[in-house]
């Protein structure tokens, strides 16, 4: 099989560098905010959910960590496979959706439901997933809004279904498990369409010039 080079040129390699540095930066970001969350919400007090009171508990811990783990593989495969042009500004989505959610994190510190599952002892979890997420970093779910936002930015349909097959999923999955609030997971959805359209309106611009300006000072 022939491999395309146009669509890793050197200035779409510098693009995703740049892009890669942005999400890796904003991973970081978001892992810190939510540290510092865990920390004061063990001081806090458990906060009454109507939804939940209604809901059953159901230990779905395997799903919390390797339905996450599947989302991760299918956004990396999807991105490489199918939208190798548009790969770099998928990445900036994806590092804007983390600072935002880094920042309400620090806004809304709390402690996690009463009678949360929580997911130390998966093998997987413990060896990745505890510096990604916390007990306490709860407003609102990534678990819910990375998928979703995987069903916003990529463009084939069947793509696009399975994220937000995923997305539900996982909503489902993070509130039968106590491991959020019900707000946390309902507002994900509006707090990422927001972003996203956010972006697409005020962002688009300033990322199409900076684009420009960083391969103009890296590009040989």
Known sequence: MKWDTSRWSTERIIEFCIAAACLGCAIAFNSFMGSLADVAGESAHPSPDMLLALL?????????????AA??????????????????????LYALLL???GLFI?????????GSLWAGGDPLF???????????????????????????AYRDRWVRLVFLG???????????????????????????????????????????????????????
């Not at 059953?56 to 996450?68: E, K, T």
């Not at 991760?72 to 199918?82: E, G, K, P, T, V």
């Not at 620090?106 to 009463?114: G, I, Q, S």
């Not at 609030?181 to 611009?205: K, L």
Request: glycine share 4%; proline share 5%.
């Open 166 to 220: 995923l997305s539900v999923v996982l909503a489902i999955t993070v509130l039968l498990t106590r491991l959020h609030y019900s707000i946390d997971v309902f507002a994900a959805y509006f707090i990422t369409y927001a972003v996203y359209r956010f972006e697409n309106r005020w962002f688009r611009w300033p990322y199409r010039r900076l684009r420009r300006k960083a391969l103009g000072w890296l590009a040989p």
């Open 71 to 92: 989302f991760c593989a299918w956004a990396i495969a999807m991105a490489w496979l199918r939208e190798t042009r548009r790969i770099a500004h998928i990445a900036w």
């Open 126 to 152: 413990d060896l990745v997933g505890r510096y990604l997420t916390f007990h306490n970093d709860l407003f609102f779910s990534s678990h819910t809004a990375l998928p979703f936002l995987g069903f916003l």
């Open 56 to 68: 059953p508990r159901v230990d779905l811990r395997i799903l919390f960590v390797w339905g996450f």
């Open 106 to 114: 620090a806004l809304t510190p709390m402690r996690a439901p009463a």
């Open 99 to 101: 600072i935002v959610r």
